[in-house]
């Protein structure tokens, strides 16, 4: 096989497996490569794709470089696409491989350099190279072989004038082979001239050593393989001693420096001194930078030794040990008035935090209880230096400096009683130990007139790591444009441009505070407020360091997929002979689509159709919009065709809303409507179907948990013995197969409540949110956060193009 166009798919399953065993590591593995691949935009995986790639080391045999593998197969990776990312990572083991046994070349990785050295001193000419096992190597001075030599170093000693001449090396593995460069050797008489004429194949340097490779400056990331080369010519053989801010460095004596897995502790000021017996010579001094993200822009550059501080892009000093963020949007409150942009915006925010490493735990529509064991979930998942991100839209207000977040079930007359405290779960989220705390909320500040206690949080820790990004001023409102059924709040529409953007996070809400200033919508209505106390350059870009506690880590990993969990599809098979099949797919985490699609009818039926009914009581299912023949109608306005798996011609769609409101395991009916050629009656055949717990109901959220949890509390250890993780743990972690695992929150929808909401003029006791007049351009009624669509075009809103994926 050696065209490298040929497919990864055309590898046949023994190499397959052999490679993914060997991508199945930590320094230098499906990760890095993972990274190496997404270069180009059709291997760009997703959240849920590399997720499913960790979930297979549950599995007794599973390979995560192996599913990796097979990922890049599916959409067509090349052989050479893939040989030449496996070279970027310096996996060179799978390089080899992939050469020796799959593409059939022979690679020199090792050229013989041209010497010139006093007669009667060793001369010695390596050349290496990888591909088939057999490889065979031949030495020849011009035309001539040189006898007795079959190795990859040619040995003169002692080099005489009969041995000057251009020699070249020829490495052979059957019917293939390849010929080194060229390599003269030379003798230096007495004076320093050469013997015989002169040649431009040396430096003009007359000294017995000369480098003619320097180590290059370095910009990687923690975990990443630091790599430095010094190559040199000299004679007698030269020796290497590497040095790390001027400290020579223990056992580095080779011309080849290399560090698996690096960490901040190898950050600094390298060279190497290189002498034999009668020369010294340094290298150059090169720094060394290692910081929490890759810099893939070509227009990054390692600063010099000497230079000034770095850049914007250069800023990487800081690391995370993982990001969690929980993403709250209340949109359908039963007592106040109902708000569009939340099911838009968490679903902007999930799909960036998502591709800046983040696990998004995002919900729709929550009551008091939910948002309170919500939060207690999303501290279990916080630990030492974590980030931890939270997000809410919906209605709230403040009173003397306290934040409060209103729950769709607040009563018309609420106080801090019915809401959720901001500064209650800051001080938790400090017990927790995190390395950062963003609070971004995106809700009105006015003082409710209806609360006059003024409760006191206790003591918070001086951590100078808190933001707090206020969609608005103190004593103002937020505004939404209404400009159709997927709005943006004013807030996440410049919050988007910026999020993705390398930079400390309190700059970053400075440059969207600046771009409202701008506006000339916002201008003088709503001006955003940043709350900061953080010290160091911490942004959300900061890769993340694995922590010291591995079974943490991987504890907090389960944690999250656990609560993401959608059932596997399956078929159904009917009396009739009809075959139907079953999926699912999420949008949020407490939001999933079902969909039912005819796989096989018998000739003598006419027509069928598969619906669903009978629904177990909790989540909320809007009969008037399920079994709908497009995604559309079934109430799912973000969702695609595309981010369902590779659907034929889905028939019909069921959405079910609220899922954290499900107290046992989901079940329903499908139903199959069908008519035979020669019959005018409709036959009806059904099958109960259970599917679990899926998303988070397994966290059984509508559980109370305790209104507050100390520090000690809120160790690992209680992560385990919690309620709802114990029972995912002990009972449904065979559930976590990597199909299952859910694209949760990759789109919203709107929570439909039971109850209808009364007009905002009917509203007592709420806390006053005006709109001025010149807002209003149509005769409907008002509501509360919102701007004239005629107003919106200086927005852009557009989410055709929205990323899906996780």
Same mark, same amino acid.
């Given at each position: 096989?050696?065209? !490298?166009?040929?497919?990864?798919?055309?590898?046949?399953?023994?190499?397959?497996?052999?490679?993914?065993?060997?991508?199945?590591?930590?320094?230098?593995?499906?990760?890095?490569?993972?990274?190496?691949?997404?270069?180009?935009?059709?291997?760009?995986?997703?959240?849920?794709?590399?997720?499913?790639?960790?979930?297979?080391?549950?599995?007794?045999?599973?390979?995560?470089?192996?599913?990796?593998?097979?990922?890049?197969?599916?959409?067509?990776?090349?052989?050479?696409?893939?040989?030449?990312?496996? !070279?970027?990572?310096?996996?060179?083991?799978?390089?080899?491989?992939?050469?020796?046994?799959?593409?059939?070349?022979?690679?020199?990785?090792?050229?013989?350099?041209?010497?010139?050295?006093?007669?009667?001193?060793?001369?010695?000419?390596?050349?290496?190279?990888?591909?088939?096992?057999?490889?065979?190597?031949?030495?020849? !001075?011009? *035309?001539?072989?040189?006898?007795?030599?079959?190795?990859?170093?040619?040995?003169?000693?002692?080099?005489?004038?009969?041995?000057?001449?251009?020699?070249?090396?020829?490495?052979?593995?059957?019917?293939?082979?390849?010929?080194?460069?060229?390599?003269?050797?030379?003798?230096?008489?007495?004076?320093?001239?050469?013997?015989?004429?002169?040649?431009?194949?040396?430096?003009?340097?007359?000294?017995?050593?000369?480098?003619?490779?320097?180590?290059?400056?370095?910009?990687?990331?923690?975990?990443?393989?630091?790599?430095?080369?010094?190559?040199?010519?000299?004679?007698?053989?030269?020796?290497?001693?590497?040095?790390?801010?001027?400290?020579?460095?223990?056992?580095?004596?080779?011309?080849?420096?290399?560090?698996?897995?690096?960490?901040?502790?190898?950050?600094?000021?390298?060279?190497?001194?290189?002498?034999?017996?009668?020369?010294?010579?340094?290298?150059?001094?090169?720094?060394?930078?290692?910081?929490?993200?890759?810099?893939?822009?070509?227009?990054?550059?390692?600063?010099?030794?000497?230079?000034?501080?770095?850049?914007?892009?250069?800023?990487?000093?800081?690391?995370?040990?993982?990001?969690?963020?929980?993403?709250?949007?209340?949109?359908?409150?039963?007592?106040?008035?109902?708000?569009?942009?939340?099911?838009?915006?968490?679903?902007?925010?999930?799909?960036?935090?998502?591709?800046?490493?983040?696990?998004?735990?995002?919900?729709?529509?929550?009551?008091?209880?939910?948002?309170?064991?919500?939060?207690?979930?999303?501290?279990?998942?916080?630990?030492?230096?974590?980030?931890?991100?939270?997000?809410?839209?919906?209605?709230?207000?403040?009173?003397?400096?306290?934040?409060?977040?209103?729950?769709?079930?607040?009563?018309?007359?609420?106080?801090?009683?019915?809401?959720?405290?901001?500064?209650?779960?800051?001080?938790?989220?400090?017990?927790?130990?995190?390395?950062?705390?963003?609070?971004?909320?995106?809700?009105?500040?006015?003082?409710?007139?209806?609360?006059?206690?003024?409760?006191?949080?206790?003591?918070?820790?001086?951590?100078?790591?808190?933001?707090?990004?206020?969609?608005?001023?103190?004593?103002?409102?937020?505004?939404?444009?209404?400009?159709?059924?997927?709005?943006?709040?004013?807030?996440?529409?410049?919050?988007?441009?910026?999020?993705?953007?390398?930079? *400390?996070?309190?700059?970053?809400?400075?440059?969207?505070?600046?771009?409202?200033?701008?506006?000339?919508?916002?201008?003088?209505?709503?001006?955003?407020?940043?709350?900061?106390?953080?010290?160091?350059?911490?942004?959300?870009?900061?890769?993340?360091?694995?922590?010291?506690?591995?079974?943490?880590?991987?504890?907090?990993?389960?944690?999250?997929?656990?609560?993401?969990?959608?059932?596997?599809?399956?078929?159904?098979?009917?009396?009739?002979?009809?075959?139907?099949?079953?999926?699912?797919?999420?949008?949020?985490?407490?939001?999933?689509?079902?969909?039912?699609?005819?796989?096989?009818?018998?000739?003598?039926?006419?027509?069928?159709?598969?619906?669903?009914?009978?629904?177990?009581?909790?989540?909320?299912?809007?009969?008037?919009?399920?079994?709908?023949?497009?995604?559309?109608?079934?109430?799912?306005?973000?969702?695609?065709?595309?981010?369902?798996?590779?659907?034929?011609?889905?028939?019909?769609?069921?959405?079910?809303?609220?899922?954290?409101?499900?107290?046992?395991?989901?079940?329903?009916?499908?139903?199959?409507?069908?008519?035979?050629?020669?019959?005018?009656?409709?036959?009806?055949?059904?099958?109960?179907?259970?599917?679990?717990?899926?998303?988070?109901?397994?966290?059984?959220?509508?559980?109370?948990?305790?209104?507050?949890?100390?520090?000690?509390?809120?160790?690992?250890?209680?992560?385990?013995?919690?309620?709802?993780?114990?029972?995912?743990?002990?009972?449904?972690?065979?559930?976590?197969?990597?199909?299952?695992?859910?694209?949760?929150?990759?789109?919203?929808?709107?929570?439909?409540?039971?109850?209808?909401?009364?007009?905002?003029?009917?509203?007592?006791?709420?806390?006053?949110?005006?709109?001025?007049?010149?807002?209003?351009?149509?005769?409907?009624?008002?509501?509360?956060?919102?701007?004239?669509?005629?107003?919106?075009?200086?927005?852009?809103?557009?989410?055709?193009?929205?990323?899906?994926?996780?």
């Amino acid at each position: 096989m050696e065209d !490298k166009n040929l497919g990864v798919e055309t590898l046949n399953e023994a190499v397959l497996n052999r490679l993914g065993y060997m991508l199945d590591n930590l320094e230098c593995g499906w990760k890095q490569l993972a990274k190496a691949v997404a270069e180009q935009p059709q291997f760009c995986y997703s959240d849920k794709e590399l997720t499913d790639c960790s979930l297979k080391v549950l599995s007794p045999h599973g390979s995560p470089g192996r599913y990796l593998l097979a990922l890049l197969a599916d959409r067509g990776c090349t052989l050479a696409f893939l040989l030449q990312c496996l !070279k970027k990572i310096e996996h060179r083991e799978a390089v080899g491989f992939l050469n020796t046994h799959v593409m059939g070349q022979i690679d020199i990785t090792m050229q013989p350099q041209s010497q010139r050295a006093p007669e009667g001193s060793p001369v010695v000419l390596s050349c290496r190279a990888v591909g088939p096992v057999e490889l065979t190597y031949q030495w020849f !001075k011009g *035309k001539d072989e040189v006898p007795g030599v079959n190795g990859p170093e040619l040995v003169l000693n002692p080099v005489s004038a009969a041995q000057q001449g251009a020699y070249i090396c020829r490495i052979s593995s059957g019917d293939k082979y390849v010929f080194s460069n060229w390599a003269h050797v030379r003798l230096v008489r007495s004076g320093g001239a050469n013997a015989g004429s002169s040649s431009g194949y040396f430096p003009s340097s007359t000294s017995g050593l000369n480098i003619i490779q320097q180590p290059r400056p370095q910009a990687l990331m923690e975990g990443d393989t630091l790599y430095l080369e010094c190559a040199v010519q000299a004679n007698p053989p030269p020796k290497f001693q590497w040095y790390l801010n001027k400290q020579p460095m223990p056992n580095c004596t080779r011309s080849i420096l290399k560090i698996p897995c690096i960490t901040t502790a190898d950050r600094g000021i390298y060279s190497c001194k290189i002498y034999n017996l009668y020369h010294e010579a340094w290298s150059d001094q090169v720094q060394v930078n290692i910081g929490p993200g890759s810099f893939s822009d070509d227009s990054w550059e390692a600063p010099k030794v000497g230079a000034s501080d770095a850049g914007p892009r250069q800023m990487g000093e800081c690391c995370a040990t993982d990001k969690v963020a929980l993403l709250i949007g209340n949109m359908n409150y039963l007592h106040h008035q109902q708000l569009r942009a939340p099911m838009a915006d968490v679903h902007e925010l999930t799909n960036l935090l998502r591709q800046l490493d983040f696990k998004v735990v995002s919900l729709l529509n929550l009551n008091w209880q939910e948002m309170h064991s919500a939060v207690t979930e999303f501290l279990l998942l916080l630990d030492r230096g974590v980030y931890g991100l939270l997000y809410f839209a919906g209605h709230g207000y403040e009173n003397y400096g306290n934040s409060f977040m209103v729950p769709i079930d607040a009563p018309a007359s609420y106080t801090f009683k019915h809401c959720l405290w901001v500064q209650d779960v800051l001080q938790r989220m400090q017990a927790r130990q995190t390395g950062l705390n963003v609070f971004l909320l995106d809700m009105c500040r006015k003082r409710n007139p209806n609360d006059e206690s003024i409760p006191q949080p206790g003591p918070l820790r001086v951590t100078a790591n808190i933001v707090f990004g206020y969609a608005t001023c103190v004593d103002a409102e937020a505004f939404e444009v209404n400009k159709d059924d997927l709005s943006n709040g004013i807030f996440m529409s410049f919050l988007k441009k910026r999020l993705m953007e390398p930079e *400390k996070v309190s700059v970053i809400l400075d440059k969207v505070a600046e771009d409202m200033g701008r506006c000339e919508i916002t201008r003088g209505r709503q001006a955003l407020e940043l709350r900061s106390n953080l010290s160091e350059r911490r942004a959300l870009t900061d890769s993340i360091q694995a922590p010291a506690c591995q079974v943490a880590a991987s504890t907090r990993n389960l944690q999250w997929a656990i609560a993401h969990v959608i059932p596997e599809s399956r078929c159904l098979q009917f009396e009739c002979g009809v075959k139907v099949q079953l999926g699912f797919a999420a949008e949020f985490s407490n939001i999933m689509i079902i969909y039912t699609r005819i796989l096989e009818t018998p000739k003598d039926i006419l027509t069928c159709s598969a619906q669903l009914s009978d629904f177990t009581e909790g989540p909320e299912v809007d009969l008037k919009h399920s079994n709908q023949e497009s995604l559309l109608e079934a109430g799912s306005l973000l969702l695609s065709m595309d981010d369902l798996l590779s659907l034929e011609q889905p028939q019909l769609f069921t959405r079910i809303s609220a899922l954290q409101r499900l107290k046992k395991e989901l079940s329903f009916t499908v139903c199959l409507h069908y008519k035979y050629t020669n019959l005018d009656e409709e036959l009806l055949e059904e099958q109960r179907v259970s599917v679990g717990k899926p998303l988070v109901s397994k966290l059984n959220l509508h559980e109370p948990r305790p209104s507050h949890t100390s520090s000690s509390e809120l160790q690992m250890s209680s992560i385990m013995e919690s309620s709802s993780f114990s029972e995912s743990f002990r009972a449904n972690l065979s559930d976590l197969s990597p199909s299952s695992i859910g694209s949760a929150s990759t789109s919203w929808s709107y929570y439909q409540g039971s109850m209808e909401s009364p007009t905002f003029s009917s509203l007592k006791n709420e806390p006053e949110e005006t709109i001025c007049p010149e807002f209003l351009e149509s005769e409907e009624p008002p509501s509360i956060k919102s701007l004239p669509s005629t107003s919106s075009q200086e927005l852009p809103f557009k989410f055709s193009n929205l990323p899906n994926s996780l």
